[in-house]
């Protein structure tokens, strides 16, 4: 029987915040884009332990206060400390280490990057949500690996929300949907857009089913 968590991942928009150092601006960069967004990730490579703290706790309280599911990149630590989601990557510790520090009902994703066996294993560890990419070259992460399209229609069968990630934009993303993304998680392709919310929404509107 699958778990339901806290609060249910709609399809849409999978913002991931860039590493900015200060606190408060994240937070204002951010808060604007959360009524166009499925889900938000913290997700900041640069900052200290107390900086990804702060941070991590301002858009915890944003996120609750919007309605938006909150996701910790790498801590779930941290996560379980906010009553967040956790995102796991190969090198972030196993599954089933953090869900006994979450919980049953936080969301638990999982990176499998180009590999249809890593996301048959998180499905079969507990995972809440698989992810694929980078789908595109990324400037916040230029070295990750690359994953082909046909991963996203592969991975149907095992009956999880599908993530897409790497290099996403308004513009590149609508195979991404066709080929059956659940959600598209974005940093640069909203972030580093000249009018932020008009990207986030972009990406948002790629969901909607248009009226006939
Ligand atoms: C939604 C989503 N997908 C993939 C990643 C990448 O995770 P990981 O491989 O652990 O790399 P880092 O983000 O930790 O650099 C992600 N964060 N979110
Ligand atoms: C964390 C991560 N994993 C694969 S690509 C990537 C970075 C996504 O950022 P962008 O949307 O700017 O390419
Ligand atoms: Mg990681």
Same mark, same amino acid.
């Given at each position: 029987m699958p778990r339901a968590p806290r609060l249910a991942l709609e399809r849409g928009l999978y913002l991931v915040t860039p590493d900015d150092p200060d606190r408060d601006a994240l937070l204002a960069r951010v808060q604007p884009l959360l009524p166009a967004c499925a889900c938000l990730q913290y997700r900041? &490579?640069? /900052?200290d332990a107390a900086l990804r703290r702060a941070q991590a706790t301002a858009l915890a309280d944003a996120c609750r206060a919007a309605g938006v599911p909150f996701i910790v990149n790498d801590d779930a630590r941290l996560a379980a400390d906010l009553g967040a989601g956790v995102h796991l990557g190969e090198? #972030?510790?196993s599954l089933a280490a953090a869900r006994a520090l979450v919980g049953d009902d936080a969301i638990i994703g999982v990176s499998c990057y180009d590999t249809l066996d890593r996301a048959r294993q998180a499905a079969a560890a507990g995972a809440d949500y698989i992810a694929f990419g980078a789908f595109f070259p990324s400037t916040? &992460?230029?070295n990750a690996r690359r994953a082909s399209l046909s991963l996203l229609r592969d991975a149907a069968p095992l009956g999880l929300p599908r993530v897409a990630i790497g290099g996403i934009t308004p513009d590149n993303a609508r195979p991404l949907v066709d080929a059956g993304a659940d959600l598209i998680a974005v940093v640069s392709g909203v972030? #580093? /857009?000249? #009018?932020p919310l008009a990207a986030a929404r972009a990406c948002q509107a790629l969901f909607e089913i248009p009226e006939s």
């Open positions: 900041n &490579k640069q /900052a090198h #972030d510790g916040t &992460k230029p972030f #580093d /857009a000249p #009018d």
